[in-house]
């Protein structure tokens, strides 16, 4: 009975390593293809890149000189 438990639980912990490297594969080959076509899709906010004013006290202003 332990035994079998126990092979059972090698055989399953095998097969989940085997899908998350599988997983990590594909996530990693769909990354490469968004980024050959220039087609980025981050799982991310992009906004959450960009610090608010609030947290570094600077002002951001658009130059109304500027041409867009």
Known sequence: ???????I???TT???AESIA???RLKTEKL?????????EPTFPLSS????NQENG????QNPNSVS
């Not at 890149?49 to 608010?52: A, F, H, K, T, V």
């Not at 600077?58 to 202003?61: E, K, L, S, T």
Request: aromatic content about 6%; proline content about 3%.
């Open 1 to 7: 009975m332990v035994v079998e438990f126990d092979q």
């Open 9 to 11: 639980a090698r055989k």
């Open 14 to 16: 095998s097969q989940l």
């Open 22 to 24: 599988k997983i990590q």
């Open 32 to 40: 490469k293809l968004q980024l050959e076509r220039g087609v980025f």
């Open 49 to 52: 890149l960009i610090p608010s």
């Open 58 to 61: 600077a002002v951001i202003r």
